[in-house]
């Protein structure tokens, strides 16, 4: 029987999940994480939905919220989307779904560490796009008038 070193383990770890690869698990999960759901759902959790201004790192602290307060903030997502979103991102660890029996019943979902460290990421992206929306409108009708 041979013994593998640590390093060797690690090695062979990441060459596992490489994204690059088509059966990558690591894939599937990039695919989940980069869903505008997703990243919206991760901001609104982590307190980022206060309007502030585009580039402006507004946040708050994360806060548990309810299914109907995320529904009302995420306009334009159907509740049947939100409702696979939330449990796929439950299902990854990335946020917990918490059951409070009132009446009606009362559920809320708040972030995990997990979430919480992704949610750093996702707050760049989404402050990313707000900052530079204005360049991309301009380059895509600059590229239309060129190709049309």
């Not at 979430?115 to 402050?127: A, K, Y």
């Amino acid at each position: 029987m041979t013994t593998t070193k640590a390093a060797q383990k690690r090695a062979q770890a990441k060459m596992e999940y490489n994204a690059f690869l088509a059966g990558c698990p690591s894939r599937q999960l990039l695919d989940r994480i980069s869903d505008k759901w997703v990243v919206l759902i991760l901001c609104a959790l982590g307190g980022d939905n206060g309007p502030g201004q585009p580039g402006e790192a507004h946040a708050d602290a994360p806060k548990a919220m309810r299914y109907s307060e995320i529904y009302r903030l995420l306009a334009g997502v159907s509740q049947k989307m939100l409702t696979q979103t939330l449990r796929s991102l439950e299902h990854d660890g990335l946020l917990t779904r918490t059951v409070t029996p009132t009446v009606p019943v009362t559920v809320s979902y708040e972030l995990t560490d997990l979430g919480l460290s992704l949610h750093h990421m996702t707050r760049g992206l989404r402050n990313w796009t707000q900052t530079h929306m204005a360049e991309v409108l301009a380059n895509r009708e600059n590229y239309d008038s060129r190709t049309s």
